[in-house]
């Protein structure tokens, strides 16, 4: 969905600074205050699961001394293991020696400041940690602390640190239903939680409103059991044209934060990439940025999956979180016919009428496949998810055989009308679970959100209302007046079927 006219200004934002990351990145970024400690400095080094030849790591120094305008960090690899990608710091290596030195903008490390630094890195064989780490030419460490060990437990949480599913369903696809692990079919039913995707590239925050636990028990109060929650590639990955402070590890941890207050009300987080980095002035373009400011009509092979290797590693062992892989994929504005549309879809690599390098259906589920994540995946269709006519034919191949087809739908989308969901949707629906992520209408109004959750009812499939964000409703659907759960006119319809169906 499009966002109203108000929240798409976006900031100037500076040109990226990294070169591009392969599908294993992540950001690592995290800058806070640690207390002071014997040694001059501490480092702690993390190694991340190896996939292949390669693993993800990352080192968080802490300077226990003098304020420090530059940083030089310095260790040797006792492996033969070769850095060949990092950020946060320039990376260099000489034979087993591995350096790396402050960016312009976090060189200075007050005392009792810290900073992390990631890298991605090739390895054969063994994959042991370093054991001695130089800052500015002194030795870390010297009171004798592993920099392997964990962390102090009151340190701040490890963005990659699993969340607690609470009392979250797990829900896998078994036929074309939804079933939790004693085998009962589930629907997914509830709101979008907007806001993830657009206010850290404009500057503004992570969430459009509050997030905390009692905003998130007014969706659950409505009888929802599913919140999608929209996210944006570059905050995740921690990129420079990104705040620090809304980027990376800061950005990682709230969305986990976030994903455990709805786990712990008993409904479903489908975290859902929204906004991606590309340039494409075509038809039908939301903006003529590179960055990640608006709604591309494909992913990109440079940094997407690179994001879903980094979400999926991060959710991987909780299999209550859902994984939506791209929000409205529309490469049918750009291409000239529907069959080069739908392998640009399922295929990327170089499509007509777009720019960039685009990464397929088939590549984001792989790269979520190859972390050894199980958890069910949403694939959508094509022209903005509301097209799933090709959808079987096309699917991408899953080893785990855990798909569902998102599509969206809206009173001024084209396939708007029971003739063309029975045509179009019901075949899908015979086989695979079917997930409407996003359901509105731009009328203040709920008459055609209420013809298709009884569509959806009939056929015993999903459905998600958009938005759970008090948006002036003329300007585009918003479900919500208050963060209470005090709703608009739209939002009676969606609130006074959930909780009627709860009756059920």
């Known amino acids: 969905m499009r966002h109203p006219p108000h929240l798409s200004v976006l900031l100037t934002v500076a040109g990226l600074a990294l070169v591009g990351m392969s599908a294993g990145s ?18 702690q080094y993390s190694a991340g699961q190896p996939w292949g030849t390669g693993f993800q790591g990352a080192v968080t120094i802490t300077n226990n001394s003098t304020a420090l305008e530059s940083w030089s960090l310095t260790f040797d690899f006792p492996d033969g293991q070769k850095v060949t990608q990092g950020w946060n710091a320039k990376w260099s ?60 437990p009151t340190d701040p949480p490890d963005p990659t640190d699993p969340p607690d599913p609470g009392t979250a369903p797990v829900l896998r696809a078994s036929g074309n239903k939804l079933v939790d692990a004693d085998g009962t079919t589930r629907r997914m039913l509830g709101v979008n939680r907007s806001g993830g995707e657009f206010m850290c590239v404009q500057g503004y925050g992570i969430f459009d409103g509050p997030v905390d636990d009692a905003a998130v028990k007014a969706i659950a109060d409505w009888e929802a059991n599913t919140v999608r929650i929209p996210l944006n590639e570059e905050c995740w990955l921690g990129l420079d044209n990104i705040k620090p402070e ?113 990464a397929g259906m088939q590549d984001l589920l792989d790269a979520v496949r190859a972390t050894g994540a199980r958890n069910l995946v949403l694939v959508p269709g094509i022209a903005y998810s509301n097209d799933l006519s090709q959808w079987l034919q096309h699917k ?45 209408e731009n009328t203040c109004s709920h008459s055609f959100v209420d013809r298709v959750m009884k569509w959806f009812d009939d056929r015993g499939q999903s459905y998600l209302g958009w938005t759970w964000n008090t948006w002036d409703c003329s300007a585009g659907p918003a479900l919500i007046s208050a963060y209470d759960g005090t709703p608009t006119a739209f939002g009676i319809g969606l609130r006074d079927h959930l909780r009627a169906l709860d009756g059920e």
């Open 93 to 152: 290596q000489t034979g087993t020696s591995v350096t790396a030195v402050n960016e312009s903008w976090n060189g200075a490390l007050a005392s009792g400041a810290s900073v992390t630094a990631g890298f991605l890195a090739s390895y054969s064989g063994s994959n042991s940690a370093p054991s001695v780490f130089k800052l500015n030419g002194v030795t870390c460490n010297e009171d004798g602390t592993d920099p392997t060990d964990p962390p102090d």
């Open 396 to 440: 991408p191949t899953d080893p785990a055989g855990n798909l569902a087809a998102a599509w969206h739908i809206y009173n001024f989308n084209v396939c708007n009308t029971e003739s063309c969901w029975d045509s179009q949707l019901a075949p899908v629906a015979a086989q695979v679970p079917l997930v409407a992520g996003e359901i509105g």
């Open 246 to 358: 809304y980027a990376g590890a800061n950005y990682i941890r709230a969305v986990k934060e976030l994903v455990q207050r709805v786990e712990a009300h008993g409904m479903t987080p489908v975290v859902e990439l929204h906004w991606s980095y590309g340039q494409y002035t075509g038809n039908s373009a939301g903006c003529s940025d590179v960055h990640a400011s608006c709604q591309k009509p494909m992913p990109n092979m440079r940094y997407t999956p690179g994001f879903w290797t980094s979400v999926a590693n991060t959710f991987k062992d909780d299999p209550a979180v859902v994984f939506d892989l791209f929000n409205e994929p529309y490469p049918d504005r750009a291409t000239s016919t529907a069959a080069e549309a739908w392998t640009c879809w399922r295929d990327g690599g170089t499509c007509p009428g777009i720019g960039y390098e685009v």
């Open 26 to 43: 992540v950001a690592l970024l995290g800058t806070g205050t640690a207390a002071a400690a014997a040694p001059a400095c501490a480092v």
